[in-house]
């Protein structure tokens, strides 16, 4: 009898365990989902400001062009 009360918490406290983990595991693949989805922006962002860049630096670099 105590041998078969034993697997049987044993056996609900893996189970728990288990879901424990599920759903921590599902919590941080959002958490990766949305960290990526920020870094996804700031990198359009970023580069978006370099092309920028680029462009008044071409503008420049013709308008020194012209005066020589």
């Known amino acids: 009898m105590q041998a078969t009360i034993k697997h049987i918490v ?3 406290t893996l189970e728990l365990i288990y879901d424990v ?3 921590r595991t599902k ?3 959002e958490e990766i989902k949305s960290l990526r989805h920020e870094h996804k922006e ?3 962002a ?4 370099i ?3 680029h ?3 071409d503008q420049i670099m013709h ?3 012209e005066r020589k």
């Open 27 to 29: 919590e941080l693949k």
């Open 21 to 23: 983990v599920d759903e």
């Open 63 to 65: 308008m020194l062009a």
């Open 51 to 53: 092309d920028q860049i």
């Open 10 to 12: 044993k056996k609900v």
């Open 42 to 44: 700031d990198f359009k």
């Open 55 to 57: 462009t008044r630096l």
């Open 46 to 49: 970023i580069n978006a400001r």
